[in-house]
């Protein structure tokens, strides 16, 4: 499959990174109410399949139990399309309303003129293969074989003609969290409780891209214990270039960092501090320095980019114990 990291995204223009990340966060609710929806839906088709079954076997002289078992899975139903309705009308969540102004705001953001900057490409260097944490589990599948020295261009799925390189092929350096640092990573995160069913996460995969990028981010779509060990399931929220699904990924609380939700207070980096954040208009983490902080917003220097400064929501800035 094609990387995905550098897919574009219409909508608020670079200039506006609090807009398209507010909408972002919006999606991103709006998807994992709609799983719940979909858990609640299922679980009222099962049922129903079990009311067709018991209604078949009640003959013409029911049993009181039979009349009860019947009672009960009709009531079940109930509440659960109540609980769905809730979801789908009721705040917090109001999907239907929030879909109505998701919608307004991507088509106001696309009438309004923009000013779009030329894409920044990044450099490409020869990386050794990373270090696979999880296992097989963790990637979907083998990525397709692309030249080393292929450039990466941000913001665009265009690459450009292969060079011949002369860079000295070396390791991705691990990327280690401080305990207790905001937006932490791993056991620590999981500890405190901020892997949950909803969360938005940076997920570490298996293998490193052609561009040299290994975090994305995902949501947290399922939880399953074994013994005292958790495993996750995490989406990528953006759909493939079909249209399809984002791709689901097998992990555990090691391959992620937890990113802040939007109502945390978070405090401001000191300029020079190095740190992962989403590039704007995509998914995909990287490597960065901060140059500056304004607000909720952070100026930052990504690695390879030409030295070029761009801004970046302050939760998806993360601190992974860089200086």
């Known amino acids: 499959m094609?990387?995905?990291?550098?897919?574009?995204?219409?909508?608020?223009?670079?200039?506006?990174?609090?807009?398209?990340?507010?909408e972002t966060s919006m999606w991103n609710q709006i998807l994992a109410d709609l799983r719940i929806c979909k858990g609640l839906n299922d679980r009222a088709t099962a049922l129903s399949k079990e009311v067709v079954e018991v209604e078949a076997s009640m003959g013409?002289?029911?049993?009181?139990?039979?009349?009860?078992?019947?009672?009960?899975?009709?009531?079940?139903?109930?509440?659960?399309?109540?609980?769905e309705k809730r979801i789908l009308h009721e705040e917090p969540h109001d999907v239907i309303k929030n879909l109505g102004i998701l919608r307004a705001l991507r088509a106001a953001s696309e009438i309004e003129p923009r000013s779009v900057a030329p894409p920044k490409s990044r450099i490409q260097k020869n990386k050794a293969k990373a270090e696979i944490m999880d296992g097989a589990a963790d990637s979907p599948g083998p990525s397709p074989n692309m030249p080393a020295s292929a450039a990466k261009v941000k913001g665009s799925s265009v690459r450009s003609g292969s060079v011949p390189s002369t860079t000295k092929e070396v390791k991705e350096p691990a990327i280690k969290v401080e305990e207790g640092a905001e937006g932490s990573k791993g056991p620590y995160a999981e500890k405190a409780g901020k892997f949950i069913v909803g969360a938005e996460v940076a997920y570490k995969q298996a293998k490193m891209k052609e561009d040299g990028s290994q975090w994305i981010q995902c949501n947290i779509?399922?939880?399953?214990?074994?013994?005292n060990k958790k495993r996750y399931e995490v989406?990528?929220?953006?759909?493939?270039?079909?249209?399809?699904?984002g791709q689901?990924?097998?992990?555990?609380?090691?391959?992620?960092?937890?990113?802040?939700?939007?109502?945390?207070?978070l405090a401001d980096y000191p300029v020079g501090k190095?740190?992962?954040?989403?590039?704007?208009?995509?998914?995909?983490?990287?490597?960065?320095?901060?140059?500056?902080?304004?607000?909720?917003i952070c100026r930052l220097k990504f690695e390879d980019d030409q030295n070029q400064e761009m801004e970046v929501g302050r939760r998806y800035v993360l601190d992974f114990g860089g200086r």
């Open 2 to 22: 094609a990387a995905r990291t550098n897919r574009p995204r219409p909508g608020p223009s670079r200039e506006d990174p609090a807009a398209a990340q507010e």
């Open 221 to 227: 779509i399922s939880i399953t214990e074994a013994g």
């Open 248 to 265: 689901i990924y097998k992990t555990t609380a090691a391959n992620m960092i937890a990113i802040p939700t939007p109502d945390t207070v």
């Open 60 to 83: 013409k002289n029911p049993s009181l139990d039979q009349i009860d078992q019947l009672d009960a899975l009709h009531r079940e139903i109930y509440k659960l399309s109540e609980e």
């Open 274 to 296: 190095h740190v992962l954040a989403r590039y704007p208009e995509t998914t995909t983490f990287y490597r960065a320095e901060v140059t500056g902080v304004k607000k909720d």
């Open 235 to 245: 989406q990528d929220p953006e759909p493939d270039e079909s249209g399809a699904p």
